[in-house]
């Protein structure tokens, strides 16, 4: 009998020998395969890991933002436009004289006040530009007049010095003070011509013809 020894034994199919993977039909190993991922790693590693995909995400997301914003800010409807001024939309109208005239009073007529749209206007003055003349509004101003209505207003018209007094129609001009919530202006109504005769009747009815007479107004 022989003798000899028995050689190192070689690896089987499917087997391992701790230093690599051997094929099925016993040839050479091949690559170990790396180990899958851990997911309990620090999030500074996971991030150094996968900064690119972050930053991608993060770009996506901020373009996305702008997109809306332009669009939303592309098809956003104008600002509406300011209301018309009061004056644009208030109409004052001479009515008719009182008679007889209220006591004290040189002058007392109606007018007619209306507003034809937007929002509400209110007559916040009506006055005259004679110092020698003041002028009393019933019912007591302030008046708010909504689109659509119509308010009466009666004017008495006090003469408080006669000297100056001028009794044409050199006094055709009804100062009024208007507002509407978005403006507030100064607006100077003319009545027309009867309102102009009417007043120059009642003023020389009230005051003496030779106004000269008269005590001068204080200085």
């Known amino acids: ?5 028995i050689g190192p034994l070689e690896p089987g199919e499917g087997t391992w020998d701790g230093e690599g993977t051997w094929d099925r039909e016993g040839g050479h190993p091949g690559p170990r395969r790396p180990a899958p991922p851990r997911w309990t ?3 500074r590693a996971f991030y150094a890991r996968h900064r690119r995909a972050v930053l991608t995400v993060a770009s996506v997301a901020v373009l996305a933002a702008a997109a809306v914003r332009i669009q939303a800010t592309r098809h956003a409807p104008p600002a509406p ?3 018309a001024a009061p004056s644009q939309t208030l109409s004052l109208v001479y009515g008719q004289p009182v008679e007889p005239a209220l006591d ?3 002058f007392a007529f109606t007018v007619r006040v209306r507003t034809s749209s937007g929002p509400p206007v209110t007559v916040e003055r009506i006055g005259q530009p004679s110092p020698a003349l003041s002028v009393t509004i019933r ?3 302030p008046a708010t007049v909504a689109a659509g209505e ?4 009666l004017v008495v018209i006090q003469a408080k010095d006669c000297v100056h007094v001028a009794r044409n129609s050199g006094l055709p001009f009804l100062e009024v003070t208007l507002s509407n919530g978005f403006q507030k202006e100064d607006h100077s ?6 309102y102009a005769r009417d007043l120059s009747v009642a003023l020389t009815r009230a ?3 030779d106004r000269d007479t008269g005590s001068p107004a204080p200085s």
Do not use: S
């Open 1 to 5: 009998m022989t003798g000899g020894g």
């Open 41 to 43: 790693e620090r999030p």
């Open 81 to 83: 436009a300011p209301p």
């Open 104 to 106: 004290g009073a040189a």
């Open 139 to 141: 019912p007591l101003l």
């Open 150 to 153: 119509v308010h009466e207003l």
């Open 189 to 194: 109504y003319i009545p027309g011509d009867r």
């Open 207 to 209: 005051c003496p013809e």
